[in-house]
C-alpha cells in the first residue's frame, strides 16, 4: 500500500509541473529579473524538445504589433542549446535549430525570394571567428552556403547582401606586420581586418580591401596588450565588425578600435573619408554628439547615402563601459563634409553594451535597437519614444556574458517547413505544435480506430496560441488513435501530424515528431516520450519509505512557498541546474560568468540532435558543443 502511493504521489507532482509549457510573454516580471527562472529563462514544450527564449517585456505598446518577427541568437554561458530563433512580435518562438553558437541571424531578399542567412563556426578566435554563411529557404533548406575565397574564412562580424545581389562579408586573417610604431616588434604579426564582395551563385572573388594596407597602426585607440609578439598571439589592431555597400559602389566599414567609420573607394580601396576618430572629415554640427561614438557596430547607410545608423557601444577598453549605449541616426551632407545628429535612441533602462549591437529602420517607420553583449532590444518611435523593452535574459545578468545575441532584427517572414507538426497525447488532453511554420491559424483533432485508415473524423478545432497549442480531448471520444492538421487562415490543410496511438488510461506521454522518417509509420508511428510507469516503479523499489517523506515534505513547501511569492503573472518553470560554460567569441575573454543553466522538467531530461545537415534539413544526432 506504501509503495503504491510514492509513484502516485511522484506522477502528481509530476503531472503539475510538465504543463507550465509556452507560459510567456512576461510583463515586468520581478522573479525574471531577479534571476527567479534561471539565467536563461526558457519555454519548454509538450511535444516537442525544442526550447524557445522565454521573453520578459519591460515595457509594452500595441504600436509594435506590427505582424513581423524578431530575429535573434542566443548564446553564451548560460545558453545550453544556442543557435539561431526566431519569435513572433508577441515574443512566442516560431523557429529555432540547436547548431551551436550562431550569429547575424537575418533576412535578406535575393533573387525575388526571402532568405534567412546566419554564421555559424569557431567563434572562439579571440573576438572574431572562422566559419561559413548559410542562406536558407522558407522551408529551411540551406540554399546557398558561403565562405572566404582564396582560402581564407568568413567572419562572424558581418554578411550583407548589397543593392547588386551580391554578398560582403568580413574576415580576419593572420599576417607578418612591423609594428614598431606601436612599441611591437618589427617582424610581429597582426589579425588584419579584411573584407570580401563575392558572387553568391558562385563564390567568385569580386573584390577584397585589407585594412592593414589602408590605415595606420597609430590610429587606432587599443594598445597591443601583449599580442603582436607571435604568429600564435596576433595584434587585432583594427576589429572590422560592419562593411555596407553605397548605389555608387563605395563601402561603408566600421572599425571598432579606430572609432571611427571609413567610406573606401570601391575601385582602389583608397579611404574617401573618415568619420569619427583620430582623423575626422567632418565638421559635427551636433557640438560632437555625432561623431563622439566610440566601440561601434553595424554602421549602415540610409536615405540613398545622405544618412547613417550605428550603434554606439559608448565603451572605452577593456571591462563594463563607463556611458550608457545608443542609436544613432544621422545626417550626413559629403558635399559640405557635415554630419549631424537626427535622432539619438537612449532607454529608459540604461544598458551598457560592452560589444555587439545593432540598428535598424523598420517597415512600420520604427527603429529597433539591439543591445548585442546585453540580451535586449527595444523597439522606438522614429522621433526616439520607446514603444517596447524586452530582455531575453534577467538584466542583473547584462554585460557577463551569460546571454547574448550579436545583432536583433524586425522582419517579415513566412515558413513552410519540409518537416510534419510535433504531437503529443497524453490523458485527455492533446499538443500540437510545428517548428518553424507561420501561417498555421487552427489546430484540428482528429480520430479513428485503425491506424491505416483514411477515415477520420472530426474532434474539436482549437486557434492556434504560441508556439504550442493545447487541445482538449472530450471525455466521449471513443477513438484508438489520433492526429492533428494544420490549417491556414483560409481554412485550408498545410499538413497532418503522424496518428498517435491514445489510450486516457495510460500513465505515459506518446509524442510522434514531425522529423522522424516515414519508416517509424510501422510502429504506429508513437514514440513513448515519458517512460513513467516503468521509472516510477523502479524508483520505488529502490527509495525507502524516509525518501516518500521527505519528496511530501518537499513538494509542499514548494509549492507553498511559490505560492506565497508569485503574482499571478509570474510562474517558475520547472527546476535549474548548472552545465559547462561556453566559450562567448567577441568580448568574453574579459569576462568571468557564473555557470549556465538548464531548464530540467522533472518528467525527465529530453535528448535532442543538436546539429542539422542544413543541406537537407534532417536533423543529425551528434554531440552537443
Wanted: proline letters at 4%.
Amino acid at each position: 500500500m506504501f509503495l503504491g502511493t510514492l509513484p502516485f504521489a511522484l506522477a502528481t507532482f509530476l503531472l503539475l509541473t510538465s504543463v507550465l509549457a509556452d507560459e510567456g510573454p512576461y510583463f515586468a516580471s520581478d522573479l525574471y529579473e531577479q534571476g527567479r527562472m534561471g539565467q536563461w529563462p526558457i519555454e519548454a514544450y509538450r511535444s516537442t524538445s525544442t526550447v524557445g527564449a522565454a521573453v520578459n517585456f519591460m515595457e509594452y505598446s500595441p504600436q509594435c504589433k506590427d505582424g513581423q518577427y524578431y530575429f535573434i541568437s542566443p548564446r553564451g554561458y548560460s545558453v545550453h542549446k544556442p543557435g539561431p530563433m526566431i519569435l513572433d512580435q508577441d515574443g512566442h518562438l516560431v523557429w529555432t535549430k540547436p547548431l551551436g553558437h550562431t550569429y547575424n541571424l537575418n533576412v535578406y531578399q535575393y533573387k525575388g525570394q526571402d532568405y534567412l542567412t546566419f554564421w555559424l563556426g569557431d567563434d572562439g578566435k579571440v573576438g572574431h571567428g572562422e566559419g561559413t554563411y548559410y542562406m536558407l529557404d522558407s522551408s529551411y533548406k540551406a540554399v546557398y552556403t558561403l565562405s572566404g575565397a582564396n582560402g581564407l574564412a568568413a567572419d562572424l562580424h558581418e554578411f550583407h547582401i548589397t543593392l547588386d545581389e551580391t554578398a560582403v562579408y568580413t574576415i580576419y586573417d593572420i599576417r607578418p606586420a612591423d609594428i614598431r610604431v606601436a612599441g611591437g616588434p618589427e617582424h610581429g604579426w597582426i589579425w588584419d581586418g579584411t573584407f570580401q564582395e563575392v558572387d553568391i551563385e558562385t563564390n567568385e572573388l569580386l573584390f577584397e580591401w585589407r585594412a592593414s594596407e589602408h590605415f595606420d597602426f597609430t590610429d587606432v585607440y587599443r594598445g597591443r596588450d601583449g599580442t603582436g609578439d607571435s604568429q600564435e598571439h596576433p595584434w587585432d589592431f583594427f576589429h572590422i565588425n560592419s562593411v555596407d555597400k553605397d548605389a555608387k559602389g563605395n563601402y561603408l566599414v566600421s572599425t571598432r578600435y579606430g572609432n571611427c567609420l571609413l567610406y573606401i573607394d570601391g575601385r582602389t580601396g583608397d579611404t574617401i573619408w573618415t568619420l569619427g576618430g583620430k582623423h575626422n572629415n567632418f565638421t559635427d554640427l551636433s557640438g560632437g554628439a555625432a561623431t563622439n561614438f566610440t566601440w561601434q557596430h553595424h554602421a549602415r547607410f540610409r536615405d540613398n547615402g545622405t544618412s547613417i545608423t550605428l550603434f554606439d557601444n559608448s565603451s572605452r577598453g577593456k571591462g563594463a563601459p563607463s556611458l550608457p549605449s545608443r542609436g544613432l541616426y544621422l545626417d550626413l551632407d559629403q558635399e559640405k563634409m557635415t554630419v549631424e545628429v537626427r535622432h539619438e535612441y537612449w532607454n529608459s533602462h540604461p544598458i551598457r553594451s560592452q560589444s555587439q549591437g545593432s540598428v535598424e529602420i523598420l517597415d512600420s517607420g520604427n527603429v529597433l535597437v539591439g543591445y548585442g553583449f546585453s540580451a535586449a532590444w527595444t523597439e522606438f518611435t522614429m522621433d526616439g519614444d520607446i514603444l517596447c523593452h524586452a530582455h531575453f535574459a534577467p538584466g542583473r545578468d547584462f554585460s557577463r556574458g551569460k546571454v547574448v545575441s550579436f545583432r536583433t532584427f524586425k522582419h517579415p517572414w513566412v515558413g513552410n517547413p519540409n518537416t510534419r507538426p510535433d504531437f503529443e497525447v497524453y490523458s485527455y488532453h492533446a499538443a500540437a505544435s510545428w517548428n518553424g511554420a507561420t501561417e498555421v491559424a487552427t489546430w484540428v483533432l482528429e480520430g479513428t480506430n485503425s491506424k491505416k485508415s483514411t477515415d477520420f473524423i472530426f474532434i474539436t478545432a482549437v486557434p492556434k496560441d504560441g508556439f504550442e497549442t493545447v487541445l482538449p480531448i472530450p471525455k466521449d471520444a471513443k477513438y484508438n488513435y489520433l492526429r492533428v492538421l494544420a490549417l491556414n487562415s483560409t481554412g485550408h490543410t498545410l499538413a497532418s501530424s503522424k496518428v498517435a496511438r491514445w489510450d486516457p488510461f495510460a500513465n505515459e506521454a506518446v509524442v510522434v515528431s514531425g522529423d522522424s522518417d516515414d519508416a517509424d509509420d510501422d510502429d504506429d508511428g508513437t514514440e513513448p516520450f515519458y517512460k513513467l510507469r516503468t521509472f516510477l516503479f523502479v524508483l520505488a523499489g529502490f527509495f525507502s519509505a524516509a525518501v516518500l517523506a521527505a519528496c511530501v515534505w518537499l513538494v509542499k513547501r514548494h509549492l507553498a512557498s511559490r505560492a506565497a511569492s508569485q503574482e499571478p503573472s509570474d510562474k517558475e518553470r520547472g527546476v535549474f541546474r548548472p552545465l559547462s560554460r561556453f566559450s562567448m567569441g567577441e568580448g568574453s575573454s574579459d569576462a568571468e560568468a557564473d555557470d549556465g543553466v538548464e531548464f530540467s522538467a522533472l518528467l525527465g531530461d529530453r535528448e535532442v540532435a543538436l546539429h542539422s545537415d542544413l543541406e537537407t534539413g534532417k536533423s543529425k544526432d551528434e554531440a552537443s558543443r
